[in-house]
């Protein structure tokens, strides 16, 4: 079972940027695709980007398609979300995922993540 450390997050203006990572251990890191969520107070959970395996296909929700890029670093155990030209819609816990199973498509992955979670950052955004 693979373990995931996010951090990164804290408080921005809107229009700012913050740099997340998630630290995986215990397990191939490079099995996973990986993929971030986040939560909202109120909100229930949203996809927000996910990359496969490679680092080749990455995939994005449409709030944040042009403004955040996931990438991973395979050797280093670590999947990271730029996210620049913040907005205060953006505020949320943002969570980090792996999952070894097959999905038909990205889009299926991000409906119905399973896998392993992190505990969590929090991204504040402010108007």
């Known amino acids: 079972q693979v373990q995931l450390v996010e951090s990164g997050g804290g408080l921005a203006q809107a229009g700012g940027s913050l740099r997340l990572s998630c630290a995986a251990s215990g397990s191939t890191f490079s099995i996973y695709r990986m993929g971030w969520f986040r939560q909202a107070p109120g909100k229930e959970r949203e996809f927000v980007a996910g990359?496969?395996?490679?680092?080749?296909?990455?995939y994005y929700s449409d709030s944040v398609k042009g403004r955040f890029t996931i990438s991973r670093d395979n050797a280093k155990g670590t999947v990271y979300l730029q996210m620049n030209n913040l907005k205060p819609e953006d505020t949320a816990v943002y969570y980090c995922?792996?999952?070894?199973?097959?999905?038909?498509?990205?889009?299926?992955?991000?409906?119905?993540?399973?896998?392993?979670w992190g505990q969590g950052t929090q991204v504040t955004v402010s108007s």
């Open positions: 995922n792996a999952d070894a199973r097959t999905y038909t498509s990205m889009r299926t992955y991000a409906g119905a993540p399973g896998g392993s």
């Open positions: 990359i496969s395996t490679s680092g080749a296909v990455t």
